[in-house]
């Protein structure tokens, strides 16, 4: 089976842009989660989909949204965005959401200046 | 109380040491256990896990130990070669608002002087 895919893997922005990333789960996986890894600041949970409907939440602000799709890839999306929005984005996909295994992709390097 | 605090921050071992990374929990509802591994450029792959009921989990040379009455469980690298340096998070599963989910450590950035 094909991994996580992320797209793209690097992208560069402005302050004040918005940016959407995309995460192409494994196949036949129903939740995706998403995560920002900052130096230092480990992985950060953002949120996560399942089945099209967001399950959890974690502790970021509004500007942070994401969505997923009928096919179980998903969106996120920051808008306004801020130089403390430099990071690696990372997404991770597992069968049914039980909190066992995820699976992660390579993640998307988002630089903002 | 969730969360899980991993240390050290950063750890630097000679080639054919053993390296040990240790972390802590608080919530005794945690039931599972896993460590993370990932190299740069990648994202974190799982590597061994362990649950409650188990003291030790052995799988060739990376060993987790769980102390459930110390809330404490560590990762531990027999023989550390080079090809081990990357970062390990410790994480727990831990029953959120409506379903299960991982609680993380904030990761050891490991590495193996040859």
């Known amino acids: 089976k094909a991994g996580v895919t992320q797209t793209p893997r690097y992208l560069i922005k402005t302050r004040g842009q918005q940016v959407t990333l995309s995460c192409s789960p494994i196949s036949g996986h129903r939740s995706v989660s998403w995560y920002q890894q900052t130096p230092g600041q480990g992985l950060q949970f953002l949120f996560e989909?399942?089945?099209?409907?967001?399950?959890n939440k974690g502790n970021f602000p509004g500007r942070f949204s994401g969505r997923q799709f009928s096919n179980s890839r998903s969106e996120m999306n920051v808008s306004t965005l801020e130089l403390g929005d430099s990071a690696l984005y990372l997404c991770?996909?597992?069968?049914?959401?039980?909190?066992?295994?995820?699976?992660f992709g390579p993640g998307t390097r988002l630089t903002v200046l | 109380q969730q969360q899980v605090k991993q240390s050290p921050q950063s750890l630097i071992v000679q080639k054919g040491g053993i390296s040990i990374i240790n972390c802590a929990y608080e919530?005794?509802?945690?039931?599972?256990f896993p460590w993370y591994q990932q190299f740069p450029g990648k994202g974190p792959a799982l590597l061994i896990a362990?649950?409650?009921d188990v003291s030790e989990k052995k799988e060739g040379r990376f060993t987790i130990s769980f102390n459930k009455s110390a809330k404490q469980f560590s990762l531990h690298i027999m023989d550390s070669q080079p090809g081990d340096s990357a970062t390990y998070f410790c994480a727990a599963r831990a029953l959120g608002d409506s379903n299960y989910q991982l609680i993380w450590g904030a990761g050891t950035k490991l590495i193996i002087k040859p």
């Open positions: 989909y399942f089945s099209e409907t967001q399950r």
């Open positions: 991770a996909s597992s069968p049914n959401g039980e909190g066992y295994t995820q699976y």
């Open positions: 919530n005794t509802a945690f039931d599972y």
């Open positions: 362990i649950r409650p």
